[in-house]
């Protein structure tokens, strides 16, 4: 066995997932959607989207008063029946030097996906293949840990055509067991199809952002269930071929004058309702 085939071999024993074998995604929130809101407020904040149905949170940088003690943060998301959906973490956090203290604190947190959300180099098909090596190298630090690395698309990297985009790039790659995080706003905004591309690579969709976001030219309201995007069927690839363990609601548009909670609220009962129409896997 390679060294390649071992490391997939430990990640499937220590994370148990693969995309037959895959449940019923869980419902979680980028903490990036109330990012005002939870700066006034963070255990307010954090205890209103657990009592909106919410499973749990993907982190984004802001911690609140538990900024050095991820363990009582880790108490408080317990009592609070949340988990640690992922988080959003920059190449620098995860530097030689950093390493150990980075993972260290995720850990704690119960988090194992850790996802680059924007690298200035995923904007060029050059820039792509340079940043893959960087995650390769990054994903085989951590599977012994037990923890994946991914990345998360925004416009740049769906630029050109299907199948030569700089996300096309990084998918074939980076190894398998890396996250191909899809922002499914993004997506639909760079005139691409988020569906088609959960089937390009199947298993690697493992967190995905529901976003409702207009393409140019077009508009309407940019709340899930209230715009144009077909997340039953988008929905249907996750569960049959995504490997998708988190669809994570993102809102970075606030229509309306609502607030940034509220607007998420909506976008969770948006979801609810396609979700309560479709059959059960």
């Not at 669809?247 to 948006?270: H, R």
């Amino acid at each position: 066995m390679n060294k390649q085939a071992m490391l997939c071999a430990v990640l499937g024993t220590l994370l148990g997932a693969s995309p037959a074998m895959a449940a019923e995604p869980r419902l979680g929130v980028q903490l990036w959607s109330v990012k005002d809101e939870i700066k006034q407020d963070f255990e307010g904040t954090l205890t209103r989207i657990s009592r909106l149905g919410f499973q749990g949170v993907e982190f984004a940088g802001e911690f609140g008063p538990y900024k050095d003690n991820p363990a009582a943060l880790r108490a408080f998301l317990d009592k609070n029946r949340l988990q640690c959906a992922g988080a959003h973490v920059h190449f620098d956090q995860l530097t030689d030097a950093r390493f150990e203290a980075t993972t260290a604190f995720y850990k704690t947190l119960g988090c194992s996906n850790l996802v680059i959300p924007m690298d200035a180099r995923g904007a060029s098909v050059d820039g792509s293949t340079a940043m893959s090596r960087e995650l390769s190298a990054l994903s085989s630090k951590l599977v012994p840990k037990g923890m994946r690395i991914g990345y998360h698309n925004h416009a740049q990297e769906m630029a050109g055509a299907v199948g030569s985009t700089p996300w096309d790039v990084i998918a074939r790659s980076t190894p398998k067991e890396s996250i191909l995080q899809q922002d499914v706003g993004w997506t639909t905004f760079a005139g691409k199809d988020p569906v088609a591309y959960v089937y390009k690579y199947p298993g690697r969709t493992v967190s995905t952002h529901y976003k409702a976001k207009f393409a140019p030219g077009t508009s309407g309201t940019p709340i899930i269930g209230q715009d144009k995007t077909d997340w039953a069927g988008l929905t249907r690839a996750m569960r049959q071929a995504g490997g998708t363990e988190w669809i994570i609601v993102e809102q970075e548009e606030y229509p309306n004058g609502m607030g940034q909670l509220d607007t998420v609220a909506a976008s969770l009962a948006g979801l609810k309702a396609v979700l309560a129409k479709m059959p059960a896997q």
